[in-house]
């Protein structure tokens, strides 16, 4: 098992950034691939951002291609979105996922993650 603590949220303003983080427990953080998603008021919670835990193959939703970074350094056992030039449609809570038995790929569905974080805050205002 892993357990997962995200950090980095706030307030920001539009065209802003922020690096959001997200900090994995147990000695085990390399065997999983990670991800990031995001879920606004009202909505379905969707796919962000994506890691593989080998090679470091990125996976990006189109509105965020450009803008958003992930990466991960396992001996730190943390994984970083970098979140550039924000825009209000940006605004949600960003949650941090994790699975394992994946070495070269990272999946963007929902189901397919089977450990979360419980999330932090990001505003953008206009």
């Known amino acids: 098992q892993v357990q997962l603590v995200e950090s980095g949220g706030g307030l920001v303003q539009a065209g802003g950034s922020l690096r959001l983080s997200c900090a994995a427990s147990?000695?085990?953080?390399?065997?999983?691939?990670m991800a990031w998603f995001r879920q606004a008021p009202g909505k379905e919670r969707d796919f962000v951002a994506a890691i593989s835990r080998i090679g470091g193959s990125t996976y990006y939703t189109d509105s965020v291609k450009g803008r958003f970074t992930i990466s991960r350094d396992n001996a730190k056992n943390t994984v970083h979105l970098q979140m550039n030039s924000l825009k209000p449609e940006d605004t949600a809570v960003y949650y941090c996922?994790?699975?394992?038995?994946?070495?070269?790929?990272?999946?963007?569905?929902?189901?397919?993650?089977?450990?979360w974080g419980q999330g932090t805050q990001v505003t953008v205002s206009s």
């Open positions: 147990g000695r085990t953080f390399g065997t999983y691939a």
């Open positions: 996922a994790a699975v394992g038995g994946l070495d070269f790929s990272a999946p963007t569905g929902r189901s397919e993650y089977d450990y």
